[in-house]
């Protein structure tokens, strides 16, 4: 045996022994001081992350500081009824707020269910949330799984814009700082509270925020009407307002909309009966329906457009407001306008505008406007510009009326051949603009005449195709014709300048003072004669109005026009050509001024003649409520007086007979017995037609024509349209049949027509041409003193038709009433004037001659009567106001 060898073994067995243990120890030691490492490294982690957590936590937001309430409100427009007829909102403002009791369960359960099922137990964070997500993530690979709390996520729109970081490192410093806060805020404010702003603040597609217009947006319903399907519907868009919106999105939104409902049955928020109907039910079909009837009513009405004039205007001069200051107040305010529409003239109005019957029949003389633009790049990146007049030379028309189509189609097929012929392989559109606005236009203004209210307006007629467009009743100006005969001559006349409704004015031949151009009457040349200021006004009568104008003075006239509320009259301009205008002359009693008038200033001027000679602005809303439904302006009436009470009435009285027997019998109600009084208007070769009128209740009035003036051959269907509308409105509201107020300070006389003096009994009665006795109504004070003095009793011989002599039969001469008048020109009156030669037939020596038939007693027959022209037939009313080119460079001139 070899024992050494035995040793050398043992003794290596040893060494590795010993070995062993070292390394053991040697391990061991190693992993104590990787484990001590670990751990003190976990200590340092810790307090450093500690100290990174608390540095982010303090550098958010202080919670006292910050404001989760929802901002940025709908602005509702209500009628004077209190019914809600329109709502304005700017970006992100599209939110009515509504009370959390105002919200139905079913609502907040659906989104309780779906985004924060621990909502009422948790303390601001979710920590069950979060470990489910983290998990979630793990298994997944994808950590997209929400853990925010509803707390959070009011937080976050309302604090930290939206959470719409650029990158990771921002995220996660936002998401800290949310939950730090949610946790603060949760100690503040009570969860309902949270929720309520939550509710009210959430975006939920569509331009909605918030569930009460969601509500109004999609079912057209308060939020408090909405079921359990509908419901979930809206809680299925907080995921993504976008790709969840179920107008546009319905696949993705029915999905989730099944999870909001799956996971408020397992939590006992709706049982399984309810569970399934809603699941059953066709929702999507209803939302169609309403985004269909949302689709036509996308634009505000011609009445809301001016009301938001008024409304910016008044901010700014009233409250001081910037303009900006009273957008942002009016399209994110949250306010409250209560406006003085009347809803049930409006609709009348719609009704009517909106039926074609009453518009001149499309193919004869209504049409479509053109207007065109096209802009191209070529292939070698040129640039043309093509407009209107190019594609009037490829359509090689040489129509003064090119741009008026009979038919729409034939205009957009026109178009489509231009651009089939300009646009060439390679070409690229830069712009196009194609405008087809039906023509005639009309604009028509309702005004409750006792407040100055504005009950009703329409400011064209076709589908509108914007908000805050072009508002013919309102910001659009046109010459108004013998409507203002009323206003700029007789109100002044009886007013101030000491004439009557008997005042008689010639009519004859009348040249402008200083020029050697004449007043033209619309029935031509024939003249009436001696006429007094009512039948002026019935009959329209040009020489008579321009004759009792220049008697006045055109700056008296003129400055009853400015008291009237006229802005658009100018005393001196001078255009960009150097020439010189005013409406200080007599042209402006006849309505040609230099750039017309609106129809809402003109009802309003005429309102005032109805109201007793009081003027008040027209007005559109009554008052207007912040968002907290405190008073932040409120309309009172802007009134003075502007002529006498006697003035208003007989004006009125006088315009009741343009209506019974004048220019306007087509205007009388057939269904309705009520007294209208009012004026027509025509202006120079029928470009705009008016009527402006009224009952003891509403004046109204209305404009047709085309909007770059054009004749008209149908020159009476604005009647029709007045007619219909105001008797359908007296109709609908039950108006009584009352007639006009007579004031105290009106008396009666019996009068001559003919002077415009006391009718001298046995004369006036008895006249040649007819009896010229009127009972004639009179302000206290300007009745006649004196007796007519211009009818004489004259013996005349019938032979020689001159006044009879000794010498003339007594069978031959017939004592009769005649009119001394000095003539220049023939007029109805020359038949019937004294002749101033005596009988030259009847001689001393030719004396006896056979008996002739007496002449017939008085009255004489029809046949016997001179018959003066006849009234215009309504129907076919032409030329009525014509004032022809008296003043060429304010009729031939575009404004």
Not at 169 to 188: G, N
């Amino acid at each position: 045996m070899d024992f050494s060898r035995k040793g050398t073994q043992k003794k290596q067995q040893q060494i590795k022994s010993t070995s062993r243990k070292v390394a053991s120890k040697a391990g061991v030691s190693l992993f104590r001081i990787v484990l001590v490492g670990i751990v003190f490294l976990a200590i340092v982690g810790s307090f450093a992350g500690f100290g990174i957590l608390k540095g982010l936590a303090d550098s958010a937001p202080d919670i006292d500081q910050i404001n989760v309430e929802p901002n940025g409100f709908t602005t509702n427009i209500y009628d004077r009824d209190g019914n809600l007829i329109q709502s304005l909102a700017g970006a992100e403002s599209n939110r009515v707020y509504v009370k959390i009791d105002e919200i139905p369960e079913v609502v907040r359960n659906a989104f309780i269910s779906i985004e924060d099922e621990r909502f009422y137990t948790h303390d601001g964070v979710d920590v069950k949330g979060i470990f489910r997500a983290f998990f979630s993530g793990l298994s997944s690979g994808k950590f997209d799984e929400g853990a925010s709390t509803i707390t959070q996520q009011l937080i976050k729109n309302q604090v930290f814009n939206g959470g719409a970081e650029d990158n990771f490192a921002d995220r996660l410093v936002r998401k800290v700082q949310e939950q730090y806060l949610a946790i603060q805020l949760e100690d503040k404010l009570d969860k309902d509270l949270i929720l309520e702003y939550y509710l009210n603040n959430i975006n939920l597609g569509a331009g909605s925020y918030g569930v009460q217009t969601a509500s109004r947006r999609y079912f057209n319903k308060e939020v408090g009407q909405l079921n359990l399907s509908e419901a979930a519907v809206i809680a299925a868009i907080a995921q993504s307002p976008t790709y969840m919106n179920p107008i546009s999105h319905k696949e993705n939104n029915a999905k989730r909309r099944t999870e909001v409902l799956n996971s408020m049955l397992r939590l006992g928020h709706c049982t399984e009966a309810e569970y399934n109907k809603a699941i059953e039910d066709d929702v999507y079909s209803r939302i169609q329906s309403v985004n269909e009837e949302i689709a036509d009513e996308s634009y505000y009405s011609y009445f809301v457009d001016e009301l938001i004039e008024q409304a910016l205007e008044d901010l700014q001069t009233e409250k001081g407001y910037t303009y900006t200051q009273a957008s942002k107040a009016l399209y994110s305010g949250g306010l409250s306008i209560y406006t003085t529409l009347d809803s049930d003239v409006q609709k009348i109005l719609d009704d009517v505008y909106s039926n074609p019957d009453y518009f001149p029949a499309v193919g004869s003389i209504s049409y479509w406007e053109l207007n065109y633009a096209l802009s191209i790049e070529t292939a070698k990146g040129e640039t043309i510009h093509y407009h209107l007049k190019d594609l009037k030379e490829f359509a090689g028309s040489t129509s003064k009326y090119f741009t008026y189509f009979s038919k729409k189609e034939d205009a957009l097929n026109l178009i489509k051949d231009f651009k089939e012929a300009k646009l060439k392989e390679d070409d690229t559109i830069l712009a196009e603009n194609t405008s087809l606005i039906l023509q005639p236009q009309s604009s028509m203004v309702i005004i409750d005449q006792s407040t100055g209210q504005v009950v009703g307006l329409i400011g064209g007629r076709g589908r509108k195709t914007g908000n805050r467009t072009l508002n013919r009743a309102t910001n659009t100006v046109r010459q108004p014709g013998s409507v203002f005969k009323v206003l700029s001559t007789y109100l002044p006349a009886l007013d101030s300048a000491g004439m009557t409704l008997t005042s008689v004015i010639d009519d004859a031949p009348f040249q402008y003072p200083g020029t050697s151009k004449y007043v033209s009457n619309w029935n031509k040349n024939v003249y009436e004669g001696l006429t007094t200021l009512r039948r002026a006004i019935y009959r329209s009568m040009n020489v008579v109005t321009v004759k009792t104008l220049n008697q006045v003075t055109p700056q008296v006239g003129f400055d009853y026009l400015q008291k009237l509320g006229f802005t658009s009259l100018v005393d001196t301009w001078t255009d960009s050509n150097g020439r010189p205008f005013s409406d200080i002359n007599l042209s402006t009693a006849l309505g040609g001024i230099t750039k017309g008038v609106s129809n809402l200033e003109l009802t309003g001027a005429m309102a005032a003649v109805a109201n007793s000679g009081i003027y008040t602005e027209p007005t559109f809303y009554t008052k207007i409520l912040d968002h907290d439904g405190k008073v932040l302006l409120e309309k009172k009436p802007v009134t003075r007086q502007v002529m006498k009470e006697s003035t208003s009435f007989l004006l009125t009285n006088a315009m009741e007979d343009v209506v019974k027997i004048g220019t306007g019998t087509a205007l009388r109600f057939p269904k309705l017995q009520m007294p209208i009084a009012g004026k027509t208007g025509t202006t120079s070769d029928d470009n705009d037609l008016w009527f402006s009128g009224y009952t003891p209740y509403y004046t109204a009035t209305i404009w047709s024509g085309f909007d770059n003036n054009r004749p008209q051959v149908d020159k009476s269907y604005h009647k029709r349209i007045w007619r219909d509308v105001m008797e359908q409105i007296h109709i609908k509201k039950e108006l009584k049949n009352v007639p006009f107020t007579i004031p105290d300070s009106i008396v009666t006389a019996q009068i001559c027509t003919k002077s415009g003096k006391l009718a001298a009994e046995g004369l006036c009665d008895h006249y040649i041409g007819g009896s010229t006795v009127k009972t004639e109504y009179f302000a206290k004070g300007t009745v006649p003193t004196e007796k007519c003095d211009i009818h004489v009793k004259a013996t005349v011989c019938k032979d020689s038709g001159k006044i009879a002599t000794e010498f003339c039969p007594p069978s031959s001469t017939k004592e009769q009433v005649y009119l001394v008048k000095e003539e220049t020109h023939a007029t109805h009156d020359t038949p019937n004037i004294l002749p101033t030669e005596t009988c030259d037939v009847h001689t001393a020596g030719n004396s006896v001659k056979p008996d002739f038939p007496d002449f017939p007693d008085f009255p004489p027959t029809d046949s016997q009567t001179p018959t003066p022209p006849p009234y215009p037939d309504d129907e076919n009313e032409n030329d009525e106001d014509t004032i022809e080119s008296e003043f060429p460079d304010i009729f031939n001139y575009n404004y």
